[in-house]
């Protein structure tokens, strides 16, 4: 089975630019979620899609993050304009239900410079 | 109060030390819980759920505390291929949506 994937794995991009990072969960898995680590600091919740749905999105930080998850497949999470502060890991991790943990993608290594 | 809070660390320990993290979390009514192990640069991976009664898996056993809002993790006989990060993750409001604390990390050393 594959597990769930994240592209890019590494993203490097000015200040100002916009970045889109992909997440396909695992196949059958309704739940998809993600969250954020910057430099020193927990993983964060950044919002949860059941299926096409945003179930909850009270991690995005600002208007700049925008997530969409067209007929509850992949998800995107697009970031624009990019700042400094968003540099970070984005984790993408899905569950096929509301119970049990989740299983993580690998990540997207995103730096703004 | 932070939703869910570690054991700073870093905890630097012997082969074949005991080990114990605690991780506390901040909303009484929360059902569920979990321990992740992060390696370095890797993505979190599932080490084992805390159930009610505590439960056990080899060397590693959880407990959960619902009367003092905390579960712990011990790690027994400590081998060099557990050194990572150890990651306690809540299901702070019992929505799914999994809360997670800063990272306790591990060196155990020969």
């Known amino acids: 089975e594959a597990g769930v994937t994240q592209f890019p794995s590494h993203s490097v991009i000015e200040k100002g630019q916009t970045v889109t990072l992909r997440c396909d969960p695992i196949s059958g898995h309704d739940n998809l979620y993600w969250y954020r680590r910057v430099m020193g600091k927990e993983i964060k919740f950044l919002l949860h899609f059941v299926k096409e749905s945003k179930q909850d999105e009270s991690g995005m930080p600002n208007n700049r993050f925008l997530a969409e998850r067209t007929g509850g497949t992949y998800s995107t999470l697009k970031v624009q304009p990019a700042e400094l502060e968003d540099s970070g890991v984005y984790f993408c991790?899905?569950?096929?239900?509301?119970?049990?943990?989740?299983?993580f993608g690998s990540g997207t290594r995103l730096t703004v410079v | 109060r932070k939703e869910v809070e570690q054991d700073p660390g870093p905890f630097n320990v012997p082969e074949g030390a005991t080990v114990a993290f605690n991780c506390t979390y901040s909303?009484?009514?929360?059902?569920?819980f979990f321990w992740y192990r992060q390696d370095c640069r890797k993505e979190p991976k599932l080490l084992m759920s805390v159930y009610s009664s505590g439960n056990e898996d080899g060397r590693f056993t959880a407990q959960l505390n619902r009367a003092s809002q905390y579960i712990s993790l011990l790690i027994r006989d400590s081998k060099l291929s557990d050194s990572a990060t150890y990651l306690c993750v809540v299901n702070l409001y019992n929505n799914n949506d999994m809360r997670f604390g800063a990272g306790t990390r591990l060196t155990v050393k020969p």
């Open positions: 991790a899905s569950s096929p239900g509301v119970r049990g943990g989740y299983t």
């Open positions: 909303n009484s009514a929360s059902q569920s």
